[in-house]
């Protein structure tokens, strides 16, 4: 966007720019000078005066000259702050004229430097300020991976491969395509609570952002008589996203729920192709979250556990060919009708194993922490008690993983 096409935002922030100045000690237009005839001689205002008002009249002449200069200081600092250009030239040559023109004790007022940040934090979402290209995106991986190691409990595979993942992505300097990543797994695993968290890290606003889109099965396209509506809605809102944004992710809650019909509508937004200056898709994240093979995941953890081996030697070599085959039988679902796993359009697969007891106490010491309530070894234990486990011999993994965990501390409340 060049300077041109940035007049109008530019235009308010400097009426902003003055009402600062004027709250910082500025003289306002309290008062019309009265006009003088042409025939009138012109007569020197302080001579006229007395004492006091002639000290006033010098104290307020040297404030506005300091504020002229503060005003300059202020426009380069702007100036800076939105185009990044000339700064490191200039900044000698400032320095000298702020510091010759400068009233003892001024500089730039603190509360200035904060309405600053805020004006220019406001301009660059006008504009191509900021590191990524996009003031709506940060790409915290570090923070992402701090995370998902702290408060992520018992999926070790999960965390390896969306970590990787979105890591080579997003260092990518042209991906070929865009990044699909399939999370599959019983419901209270940790995939809505994985996709939120990705969007917190890789978005200023997380799920909030207009670079991130939200959709549920049965909530957005509830009835299948107007599959051929929803997929013309689905396409659009897609399209104008990514036109928006340098970086967009798209999130389908119930995947397995979606009509097969919706799937393939989507399918050419993830598939490689040569845009020549088109819409850039390939920067796009689409992550479908679903319960199929959430039986042969339980199935190959409750074999390890049978046989006496930790869950974390679960490897994706072993539990991938299982997982895919459960998702290919020829059940009614999106997914088995589509044609995204005969094309290959789904990079990862991302399995979420059932959680044990032991898990189930660290997700209820999280809702504590996060609500900042005290908590005891006995409490943890009460609340994971509460929860129903399987297989019926066994009592091996929570029915309901770790999702209604923060409901039931409540029980707790003094």
Known sequence: MGRGALWLPLGLACCLLLLLLQGSGGLGNRGAAPTRAPWEEERDPVAEVGPWRRAK??????H????????????????CKVWQEGCKEEEEEEEEERESSRSPGWSMPLVGQDYLEILSAWYCSFGKCCETGDCRIVNN?????????????????AKEIVLQA??????????????????????????????????SHLFRDGLRSECVRVFIS?????????????????????????????????????AEKLHF?????????MARHDNKGQVDYQRSIFIFLSNLGGNAINEVALDFWRAGRAREEIT?????????????????????????????LIDFFVPFLPLEY???????????????????????DEVARMMVYVPREEKLFSAQGCKSVAQRINYFLP
């Open 141 to 157: 991986v570090t923070g992402l991976e701090a995370d998902l190691n702290r408060q992520l409990h018992g999926q070790h595979l």
């Open 218 to 254: 049965l909530f957005h396209f509830p009835h299948q008589n107007y599959v051929d509506s929803y997929k013309a809605q689905l396409k659009k809102q897609i399209s104008e996203t990514v036109q928006l944004c340098k970086q967009s992710l798209f999130i389908f809650d119930e």
């Open 316 to 344: 994706m070599e072993f539990l991938e060919p299982r997982l895919k085959l459960e998702l290919q039988e020829p059940e009614e679902n999106g997914y088995a009708r589509s044609h995204l796993l005969e094309e290959n």
């Open 64 to 79: 506005l000259v300091a504020v002229g200069a503060l005003s300059k200081q202020y426009w380069h600092y702007l100036a």
């Open 57 to 62: 009249y010098e104290a307020v002449k040297k």
């Open 166 to 199: 979105v890591q080579r992505f997003l260092q990518s300097p042209r991906p070929e395509r865009a990044l699909v990543l399939s999370f599959h797994g019983w419901s209270g695993t940790g995939k809505n609570f994985v996709a939120r968290m990705v969007a």
């Open 261 to 269: 019909g919706l799937l393939d509508a989507i399918k050419p937004f």
């Open 358 to 380: 032991h898990h189930i106490k660290l997700c209820t010491q999280d809702a504590f922490l996060a609500r900042g309530l005290p908590y005891s070894e006995a409490a943890l």
